[in-house]
């Protein structure tokens, strides 16, 4: 018999009605507003290098990746994109700067899609009709990848830098483009670095167009900083239902990546949760080390794939209440701590013992498959 446990299922969103966009597929991941939200990340090694891409994509896909991104600067990496293609256990889009002709061979190699930077891809608008036929024949989605970095000098020149409004009339114009003959299999993304011009960016874009949107804060820097920057800016947009695809830019291996990206869309209810430590940032009630026993539980319990919550408390005021309400708790006082299943107390221990008892009882929970998530 399933015991259901105190972990909710993910309610349907309620941060906002999620914007009605146009649908495509990248491969088998279904992108836009009747889908759920995908992560993706990039990879970092020479695409050349077909074997150590394929393992660094199995990474991200055992991490929680549903897309990977790869570059093809050279004609090396083009040669090698038919092989990651057909390997690959996630779909693969083909990044491409600078030269078109890579854009053709990308599709003729089968990637799921391809994203391409009108801002810097040579006499990119004069290619845009055979682009158009060549994706179209082989049902290839094309991302319309805006950057604050390479923006068109026309607009740079206009607006007098990468303005939101400069991002979206890129966009847009190019979208257009497309339209014109009669592709509209397109994702949109127009990156900044500064999660304010981003935000803002993407709200004008989402009022003038139903195209599937790509957020992403670019260049967001090293690991804690990337992470708050993206944190904040996709949750400002997916408050108003705005974004059907989501990338962290870390100064980071790009499973940390995809790491943050789940995290984020499972705080927001928006990705089924697995495995939530609730701990307290202790205080001067705190009467065990919360700090070193959050540690330990979280590193024990890290790779746990289950919808499971272990509250981790550090003292008597309001560590029994979270314990309680939680999976798997504990409630911390005076060198010892009472360890709490499913709202009940079943043993106290000591301090020494906190960490190990808590894992010992998390994974017997999983074991015994006495989990499944109630709604709540």
Same mark, same amino acid.
């Given at each position: 018999m399933?015991?259901?446990l105190g972990?909710?299922?993910?309610?349907?969103?309620?941060l906002?009605?999620?914007?009605?966009?146009?649908?495509?597929?990248?491969?088998?991941?279904?992108?836009?507003?009747?889908?759920?939200?995908?992560?993706?990340?990039?990879?970092?090694?020479?695409?050349?290098?077909?074997?150590?891409?394929?393992?660094?994509?199995?990474e991200?896909?055992?991490?929680?990746?549903?897309?990977?991104?790869?570059?093809?600067?050279?004609?090396?990496?083009a040669?090698a994109?038919a092989?990651?293609?057909?390997?690959?256990?996630?779909?693969?889009?083909?990044?491409?700067?600078?030269?078109?002709?890579?854009?053709?061979?990308?599709?003729?190699a089968?990637?799921?899609?391809?994203?391409?930077n009108p801002?810097?891809i040579?006499?990119?608008?004069?290619?845009?009709?055979?682009?158009?036929?060549?994706?179209?024949?082989?049902?290839?989605p094309?991302?319309?990848?805006?950057?604050?970095?390479?923006?068109?000098?026309?607009?740079?020149a206009?607006?007098?830098?990468?303005?939101?409004?400069?991002?979206?009339?890129?966009?847009?114009?190019?979208?257009?483009?497309?339209?014109?003959?009669?592709?509209?299999?397109l994702?949109?993304?127009?990156?900044?670095?500064d999660?304010? =011009?981003?935000?803002r960016?993407?709200?004008?874009? +989402?009022?003038?167009?139903? !195209?599937? #949107?790509?957020?992403? $804060? *670019?260049? /967001?820097?090293?690991?804690?900083?990337?992470?708050?920057?993206?944190?904040?800016?996709?949750?400002?947009?997916?408050?108003?239902?705005?974004?059907?695809?989501?990338?962290?830019?870390?100064?980071?291996?790009?499973v940390?990546?995809?790491?943050?990206?789940?995290?984020?869309?499972?705080?927001?209810?928006?990705?089924?949760?697995?495995?939530? =430590?609730?701990?307290?940032?202790?205080?001067?009630? +705190?009467?065990?080390?919360? !700090?070193? #026993?959050?540690?330990e $539980? *979280?590193? /024990?319990?890290?790779?746990?794939?289950?919808?499971?919550?272990?509250a981790?408390?550090?003292?008597?005021?309001?560590?029994?209440?979270?314990?309680?309400?939680?999976?798997?708790?504990?409630?911390?006082?005076?060198?010892?701590?009472?360890?709490?299943?499913?709202?009940?107390?079943?043993?106290?221990?000591?301090?020494s013992?906190?960490?190990?008892?808590?894992?010992?009882?998390?994974?017997?929970? +999983?074991?015994?498959?006495?989990?499944?998530?109630?709604?709540?």
């Open positions: 399933t015991v259901p972990m909710p299922a993910p309610p349907a969103p309620t906002g009605t999620r914007r009605r966009t146009r649908q495509l597929h990248v491969g088998p991941v279904g992108v836009g507003s009747d889908f759920p939200i995908a992560v993706q990340s990039m990879t970092t090694t020479v695409t050349a290098d077909v074997n150590a891409t394929l393992q660094q994509i199995a991200l896909s055992t991490a929680g990746c549903d897309i990977v991104r790869v570059a093809c600067p050279s004609q090396d990496d040669d994109l092989a990651i293609a057909a390997k690959s256990p996630i779909p693969v889009i083909a990044d491409i700067h600078f030269q078109p002709r890579y854009v053709f061979a990308a599709i003729e089968g990637c799921a899609a391809i994203r391409v801002g810097n040579k006499k990119f608008d004069d290619q845009v009709k055979d682009i158009a036929r060549a994706a179209k024949d082989r049902g290839t094309i991302r319309i990848g805006v950057n604050a970095g390479s923006l068109d000098a026309r607009l740079l206009k607006h007098g830098r990468a303005t939101p409004e400069a991002l979206v009339e890129s966009a847009l114009w190019e979208a257009s483009l497309f339209a014109e003959h009669d592709f509209h299999d994702k949109i993304s127009v990156k900044h670095n999660p304010v =011009i981003m935000v960016a993407y709200e004008l874009l +989402a009022e003038a167009c139903d !195209y599937p #949107l790509h957020l992403g $804060v *670019t260049e /967001a820097g090293p690991a804690f900083q990337g992470t708050v920057k993206s944190a904040v800016a996709f949750g400002a947009l997916l408050r108003q239902g705005i974004g059907d695809t989501i990338r962290v830019s870390l100064s980071a291996p790009p940390e990546e995809i790491k943050v990206g789940t995290q984020i869309l499972q705080a927001l209810n928006l990705r089924p949760r697995k495995l939530d =430590i609730v701990s307290c940032p202790s205080c001067g009630r +705190a009467q065990v080390d919360v !700090y070193k #026993l959050a540690a $539980v *979280t590193a /024990a319990l890290e790779g746990m794939d289950i919808p499971l919550r272990v981790v408390m550090g003292c008597v005021v309001n560590g029994p209440g979270e314990a309680r309400e939680a999976d798997l708790g504990v409630a911390s006082g005076n060198g010892k701590g009472q360890i709490f299943v499913r709202g009940e107390v079943i043993r106290t221990v000591p301090e013992r906190i960490a190990e008892t808590l894992i010992e009882e998390a994974l017997r929970l +999983a074991e015994s498959g006495e989990f499944a998530p109630v709604a709540g």
